[in-house]
């Protein structure tokens, strides 16, 4: 009885240690479904002011500086966990980022501080009038493109 309570301990001991491990370190697939979760925000918010922005939505500058604040938050997440090595087109399942993100990490920076930035120009002008939004609409839409085209596989 004394053995099995031993071997019952230390496989709990592991299972902790083990548990603790994953949690420090996602793997790919978790971080693979957290980064597209973040592409999907930005799609959603980048949709509302876009709509504005072409005339499809009435502006509200309420609505329009909400998803220029939500743009913000987004782009201020730490990259580092969601884009692990080992997480692109071919090494890991539903995914369309290229391995050339991994191969220029300095490139891929700049274009993700281009989409800080023109998130913060989105977020000055959301809400101060459409003419801003349709002004600031081109920085914004210019950083994703950027990002897509060096990085992301086309469907």
Same mark, same amino acid.
């Given at each position: 009885?004394?053995?099995?309570?031993?071997?019952?301990?230390?496989?709990?001991?592991?299972?902790?240690?083990?548990?603790?491990?994953?949690?420090?370190?996602?793997?790919?697939?978790?971080?693979?479904?957290?980064?597209?979760?973040?592409?999907?925000?930005?799609?959603?918010?980048?949709?509302?002011? &876009? #709509?504005? !922005?072409?005339?499809? +939505?009435?502006?509200?500058?309420?609505?329009?500086?909400? @998803? %220029?604040?939500?743009?913000? =938050?987004?782009?201020?997440?730490?990259?580092?966990?969601?884009?692990?090595?080992?997480?692109?087109?071919?090494?890991?399942?539903?995914?369309?980022?290229?391995?050339?993100?991994?191969?220029?990490?300095?490139?891929?920076?700049?274009?993700?501080?281009?989409?800080?930035? &023109? #998130?913060? !120009?989105?977020?000055? +002008?959301?809400?101060?009038?459409?003419?801003?939004?349709? @002004? %600031?609409?081109?920085?914004? =839409?210019?950083?994703?493109?950027?990002?897509?085209?060096?990085?992301?596989?086309?469907?």
């Amino acid at each position: 009885m004394k053995l099995f309570r031993l071997a019952a301990a230390a496989a709990l001991a592991v299972a902790t240690v083990g548990l603790s491990a994953a949690a420090a370190n996602p793997s790919i697939e978790n971080a693979v479904r957290a980064r597209k979760a973040q592409m999907q925000l930005y799609a959603f918010n980048l949709g509302v002011i &876009g #709509a504005m !922005a072409q005339g499809n +939505a009435t502006y509200d500058a309420a609505t329009a500086q909400s @998803a %220029a604040d939500n743009l913000v =938050a987004l782009a201020s997440l730490s990259k580092t966990i969601q884009w692990p090595a080992g997480s692109h087109v071919g090494a890991a399942a539903d995914t369309r980022a290229l391995p050339a993100l991994w191969e220029n990490l300095d490139d891929f920076a700049t274009k993700y501080a281009a989409l800080g930035a &023109g #998130a913060a !120009a989105m977020q000055a +002008a959301a809400g101060g009038g459409l003419d801003g939004v349709k @002004a %600031a609409m081109g920085g914004l =839409a210019g950083a994703c493109s950027a990002c897509h085209q060096s990085y992301r596989q086309p469907q």
